[in-house]
Every structure is written in C-alpha cells, then in structure tokens.
Nanobody, 124 residues
Framework: QLQLVESGGGLVQPGGSLTLSCAAS????????VGWFRQGPGREREGVAC????????NYAASVKGRFAISRDDAKNTVSLQMNSLKPEDTAIYYC?????????????????WGQGTQVKVSS
C-alpha cells in the first residue's frame, strides 16, 4: 500500500519550534519531489515548502522563509519540516505530499500522494 504518514504535530507556544516528519511506505521517495502544505482554520490549503527529487532545489512560502526548513533522508524514506519561531498564524493542519514529476511546486494538483495530516497549534 502506497502511503505517507506525518507525525510530530502538537501544541507549542509562540516562538517555539516543532519538527514534522513524513514517512513513505510502498514507494521510494527519492524518485519524487516532496512538499509540505497546510490548511488553517477557514483558509485554503497553501504550499509551505517543497524540494526537488534530487534535493537540488527548494522553495518556501514568503510567510515561512527563514523560519522553516525542509529536508529529506532518502535512506530512511522520510521528509521533514523544521519549524522555528512559530507564530499563531502558523496554526494549521500540515500535510506532506509526493510528486512523481520530481519538480518542486506549490501546485497541489500536481501531487500524487498525500498524508493524512498532522495538527499544529501555536498558542500561549
């Protein structure tokens, strides 16, 4: 069964950090571009960070640039999102996704596989 499973979400205070992980099973992530998306309360899903299949290119939403970092460990078949200096507006369900086209994009229609999401809440 081909699937992505996220973990690492939770409640954190403003200014804090969290690391989200996404584990793939049934396929090799190294052949795919990977992306992190989020959907906040009452908002549309938006791209947060993405990385090409070879790790050579990354892209970040302006709202998270300098605070978030995407990384991948192809040996472990995982992708991670390190989130620092978290703000209340980062509160959302975070999803990882894999795109067989191998190119980093925030076009969510391009992605072939999606995780079930993990909740992140930033609040004091």
């Amino acid at each position: 069964q081909l699937q992505l499973v996220e973990s690492g979400g939770g409640l954190v205070q403003p200014g804090g950090s969290l690391t989200l992980s996404c584990a793939a099973s049934g396929f090799s992530l190294d052949l795919y571009a990977v992306g992190w998306f989020r959907q906040g309360p009452g908002r549309e899903r938006e791209g947060v960070a993405c990385m090409n299949s070879n790790g050579g290119r990354t892209n970040y939403a302006a709202s998270v640039k300098g605070r978030f970092a995407i990384s991948r460990d192809d040996a472990k078949n995982t992708v991670s999102l390190q989130m620092n200096s978290l703000k209340p507006e980062d509160t959302a369900i975070y999803y990882c996704a894999a795109d067989a086209a191998t190119i980093c994009t925030f076009d969510d229609t391009r992605y072939d596989y999606w995780g079930q999401g993990t909740q992140v809440k930033v609040s004091s």
